[in-house]
């Protein structure tokens, strides 16, 4: 018996024996069970591709240059050891600088006071130009009511 035939009757819900295999019940579970036990596909047929995966394998290294692969790879591999030494010396430098959080949170703190001055200032102008515009109306209506007064006269 092989997984796939237990995996079929448990899509069928139903054993070659005629119990139900509804999920959950105890015959389900056993026969879920089983195929940790079986093999996926016989063992001959394991054997065969094992052998066919071997061969294709020694004919790829007959075909290759083995050494000259080697020492490719080993640039290769010195290659990205280097880059990774950069970039732990990068993330040194950088968890260095994250280390001095007191100097970065002072900044954060002094650039926050001067966004505050700053609104406060343009809230202060902002009520400054609407006082001087009231202020510019009340005197512009006591001119035209002095003016209408002075024709009056």
């Known amino acids: 018996m092989h997984v796939k035939t237990i995996e079929y009757l448990l899509r069928q819900k139903k054993c070659i024996c005629g119990t139900h295999l509804d999920e959950g019940t105890v015959a389900y579970e056993n026969a879920k069970a089983l195929m940790d036990y079986l093999p996926p596909q016989s063992i001959s047929a394991t054997v065969s591709q094992f052998k066919k995966d071997a061969k294709n394998r020694i004919a790829t290294l007959e075909r290759t240059n083995l050494s000259a692969s080697v020492a490719t790879s080993y640039g290769l591999i010195s290659d990205d050891a280097d880059k ?31 966004i505050f001055v700053c609104k406060k200032s343009a809230s ?30």
């Open 124 to 153: 202060d102008q902002v009520r400054r130009i609407a006082d001087l515009t009231s202020e510019q109306d009340r005197l512009t209506r006591e001119r035209d009511t002095a003016d209408t007064n002075r024709r009056r006269t």
């Open 84 to 114: 990774i030494t950069d970039a732990q010396d990068e993330f040194r430098r950088v968890e260095s600088q994250l280390a001095t959080s007191v100097y970065v949170a002072a900044e954060v703190r002094k650039l926050q006071n001067e």
